[in-house]
């Protein structure tokens, strides 16, 4: 496991941005597979994005354009790129590694996780 530790949450009003990192330890962080995942409150914890080892992404359909995930090897850091948010958005957000490399969707995929961070979206 890569601890893993997520900031950049916060309030901010619809409409506005938020660009929340993740930064890793350890000198394998340019082998894994980076995802980012969200959970509202009554609500299971769902895909965001994610990003290859070699920097290839994948995006979840309600992310409609709005975000963009990418990383720094120099680093070891992953961010998430929010903008255009809505009250939907409103959730903790959670950084996650995946040793086999990929942008899997799946939770079950992804074997280190961070403490999350909150975003609140006002309306």
């Known amino acids: 496991q890569v601890p893993l530790v997520e900031s950049g949450g916060g309030l901010v009003q619809a409409g506005g941005s938020l660009r929340l990192s993740c930064a890793a330890s350890g000198r394998t962080f340019s082998r894994y597979g980076m995802g980012w995942f969200r959970q509202a409150p009554g609500k299971e914890r769902e895909f965001v994005a994610a990003?290859?080892?070699?920097?290839?992404?994948t995006y979840a359909n309600f992310v409609k354009g709005r975000f963009t995930i990418s990383r720094d090897y120099a680093k070891n850091t992953v961010y998430l790129q929010m903008n255009s948010l809505e009250p939907e958005d409103t959730a903790v957000y959670y950084c996650a590694a995946n040793v086999w490399g990929s942008t899997s969707v799946s939770l079950g995929d992804y074997n280190s996780w961070g403490q999350g961070t909150q975003v609140t979206v006002s309306s």
């Open positions: 990003i290859t080892w070699n920097g290839s992404s």
